[in-house]
């Protein structure tokens, strides 16, 4: 599985964004889609996900403001952003499991990784 992540920029506080993550190869083994971010002296951190039934997480500080879209047509989830400010800024990073919210899967678990897209939030 390859992710291609893009939409990334630098935006004003209170601007929206919107990412977009394009999977490509074997799109079938795919269980759930999601961001993360990592910004400068913070962990990692994921800020939404969605599994192939279509259920939604989102992390405390984007609840409200985030909104995670998946097509199953053209394998892309994208990731709505709202009234952003300068502490969203990060690298976003694309990512894809095998294994979703699947309790019973045995493995082999794998992840994958898009390159990362950068988003800037001046104040």
């Known amino acids: 599985v390859q992710l291609q992540a893009s939409g990334g920029g630098l935006v004003k506080t209170g601007d929206s964004l919107r990412l977009s993550c394009t999977a490509t190869g074997d799109v079938g083994s795919i269980k759930r889609t999601g961001w993360w971010r990592h910004a400068p002296k913070r962990p990692r951190e994921s800020v939404a996900s969605i599994t192939n039934d279509g259920v939604r997480e989102y992390d405390d500080s984007m609840k409200g403001r985030a909104t995670i879209y998946r097509d199953s047509v053209k394998n892309t989830v994208d990731l709505q952003m709202s009234n952003l400010n300068p502490e969203d800024s990060a690298v976003y990073y694309c990512?894809?499991?095998?294994?979703?919210?699947?309790?019973?899967?045995?493995?082999?678990?794998?992840?994958?990784w898009g390159q990362g897209t950068h988003v800037t939030v001046s104040s």
């Open positions: 990512n894809a499991d095998n294994y979703g919210t699947d309790l019973d899967f045995e493995g082999p678990f794998l992840d994958y």
